[in-house]
């Protein structure tokens, strides 16, 4: 069993940053992972990352400009977000579950956190 907490989202203007986290990010050997759903959108993949982060692996949308990270000693998760633009604002969730199928897909995670909401004006 998980419980993730998501923290960290709010209004940034276009071009700025922020830093999502997720405290209780499962077990050190799982598979974590960011996902967002925008309004009127189905939820989407935004990073996912090993337990030893040697294969984060991003969308392409995010790529270059926001970065996956893992404190496993505090059981931690973060999403570094930079260059903000007004088409990332949606609900961030965190994820996390046993490694299997596609990173990408919702339905390969067991755990997610309530949302924490990113709004980016412009």
């Known amino acids: 069993q998980a419980q993730l907490v998501e923290s960290g989202g709010g209004l940034v203007q276009a071009g700025g940053s922020l830093r999502l986290s997720c405290a209780g990010s499962?077990?050190?050997?799982?598979?974590s992972g960011w996902f967002r759903q925008g309004p009127v959108k189905e939820r989407e993949f935004v990073a996912a990352?090993?337990?030893?982060?040697?294969?984060?692996l991003y969308a392409e949308a995010v790529q270059g400009r926001f970065t996956i990270s893992r404190d496993r000693t505090k059981n931690l998760m973060y999403l570094q977000m930079n260059n903000l633009k007004p088409e990332d604002t949606a609900v961030y969730y965190c994820?996390?579950?046993?490694?299997?199928?596609?990173?990408?897909?919702?339905?390969?995670?067991?755990?997610w956190g309530q949302g924490t909401q990113v709004t980016v004006s412009s």
């Open positions: 994820a996390s579950g046993p490694t299997r199928d596609s990173a990408t897909q919702p339905a390969s995670y067991d755990f």
């Open positions: 499962g077990r050190t050997n799982w598979r």
């Open positions: 990352v090993t337990w030893n982060l040697r294969t984060p």
